[in-house]
């Protein structure tokens, strides 16, 4: 049988000087800093103390993190609105916040990029009949977080039929 390691339960200074460490590589979350300092063995009082320390100090800051969370997963993964603003509200980050994060979403690049993947999808796809073959596209645009209206006005721009 496995043995499994006993986490390793860190001072609260000791655990500070790591979770600085956590914050600083990237942007983080309150949620995932209390999951941080709760596994490194910390009681919910300490957890809360050194969170408020760290927002003071502005290693956490979740308005920032909604925002480069957005802009990141809508650049490089090319995600759509709903998409992003699902897995931001996962997070547990606020209202405000969410739309801090979707505001770094350029409406004209958002239609370029929609535009673009459903070219880069209608290329690739092999069904013949028209409709079959928007209804692929259509599908994969949703999938990546578009809203529906302009998945399909999309499609129809790009595939002709």
């Known amino acids: 049988m496995k043995q499994f390691k006993q986490p390793k339960a860190y001072t609260p200074a000791t655990a500070y000087v790591k979770i600085t460490a956590f914050c600083a590589y990237q942007e983080r979350t309150q949620q995932e ?6 596994g490194y063995g910390l009681d919910e009082d300490e957890a809360e103390e050194l969170i408020v320390r760290l927002l003071q100090e502005n290693y956490v800051n979740e308005e920032r993190f909604a925002r480069t969370f957005a802009g990141g997963k809508f ?14 509200k996962a ?16 409406p004209d690049q958002y239609w370029e990029t929609l535009l673009e993947l459903a070219e880069q999808k209608n290329a690739l796809e092999k069904e013949p009949n028209p409709m079959a073959r928007k209804q692929k596209i259509v599908r994969f645009l949703l999938g990546k977080g578009y809203e529906q209206d302009l998945a399909w006005e999309a499609v129809n721009e790009v595939v002709k039929g």
Do not use: D, P, T
């Open 91 to 106: 997070r547990g980050l606020s209202a405000y916040c969410v739309q801090k994060g979707m505001e770094e979403i350029n």
């Open 33 to 38: 800093v209390r999951e941080k300092l709760l």
């Open 75 to 88: 650049r490089l993964k090319k995600w759509g609105r709903l998409k992003i603003r699902g897995e931001l």
